[in-house]
């Protein structure tokens, strides 16, 4: 193990999830998915998890793979994100994967979307 992954598992939590988003900010995507990788495997085995910091950390690691151009994978995480937590993001993140990806289910997702409690027209 390398300093830095001891740093990621036991350190300051929320420093480690601001290094993550300023790489995915500086478009350091591998980099970035790599760790929310390893940050997503630690926290499903944690028996105390909070299920918002998890759905957070799996849509961040949905847009790494979106800019990865990996749609399956992000398609996956957001899955998973919005069993955890359902949220306007997490459903606007599907959407967004729907239309990259050209499929018809789009439309239906994006009235999903629109009549979701949190959504405004802001989105």
């Not at 994006?110 to 989105?123: A, K, Q, R, T, Y």
Request: charged share 30%; proline share 2%; net charge neutral.
């Amino acid at each position: 193990r390398t300093i830095s992954e001891v740093t990621l598992r036991v350190g300051n939590a929320r420093a480690n999830y601001l290094r993550i988003v300023q790489l995915h900010h500086d478009e350091a995507f591998d980099e970035a998915a790599k760790w929310l990788e390893r940050s997503v495997d630690w926290l499903q085995k944690d028996p105390s998890k909070d299920s918002s910091k998890q759905a957070r950390t799996l849509r961040l690691l949905c847009n790494c793979y979106i800019s990865r151009g990996n749609f399956d994978k992000a398609s996956r995480c957001v899955e998973m994100a919005n069993m955890e937590e359902s949220t306007c993001t997490g459903l606007y993140l599907l959407l967004k994967i729907r239309m990259l990806q050209k499929q018809e289910s789009a439309t239906i997702l994006l009235f999903e979307v629109l009549n979701h409690p949190d959504c405004n027209f802001e989105l």
